[in-house]
Nanobody, 122 residues
Framework: QLQLVESGGGLVQPGGSLRLSCVAS????????MAWFRQAPGKEREAVSC????????KYADSVKGRFTISRDDAKNTVYLQMDSLKPEDTAVYYC???????????????WGQGTQVTVSS
């Protein structure tokens, strides 16, 4: 069974940092393009960042550029999202997604995790 499992979410104060992890099981990530999305209450899901199969191409939403960093460790079958300088508007459920076709920041990925909650509040 192909599965993505996110972890690392939690409650953090504005200006703080979190690192999200997404571990794949049932398949090897090295052939997959990966992305992070988020969905805040009452809002549509939006793309945050994506990374190519070899990690040499990365894209970010304008709202997180300079603050978030996506990376991958195929030896650990894991993709990460390092989030720094967090703001209250970053509060959302964060999802990782995978696809063997390059989707960039489109939401048409065919594999999704269950999400992890990130809350930025003082």
């Amino acid at each position: 069974q192909l599965q993505l499992v996110e972890s690392g979410g939690g409650l953090v104060q504005p200006g703080g940092s979190l690192r999200l992890s997404c571990v794949a099981s049932g398949f090897f990530l090295d052939a997959y393009y990966m992305a992070w999305f988020r969905q805040a209450p009452g809002k549509e899901r939006e793309a945050v960042s994506c990374i190519s199969t070899v990690g040499n191409r990365k894209k970010y939403a304008d709202s997180v550029k300079g603050r978030f960093t996506i990376s991958r460790d195929d030896a650990k079958n894991t993709v990460y999202l390092q989030m720094d300088s967090l703001k209250p508007e970053d509060t959302a459920v964060y999802y990782c997604a995978a696809d063997r076709i390059e989707r960039l920041l489109q939401s048409t990925y065919n594999l999704w995790g269950q999400g992890t909650q990130v809350t930025v509040s003082s």
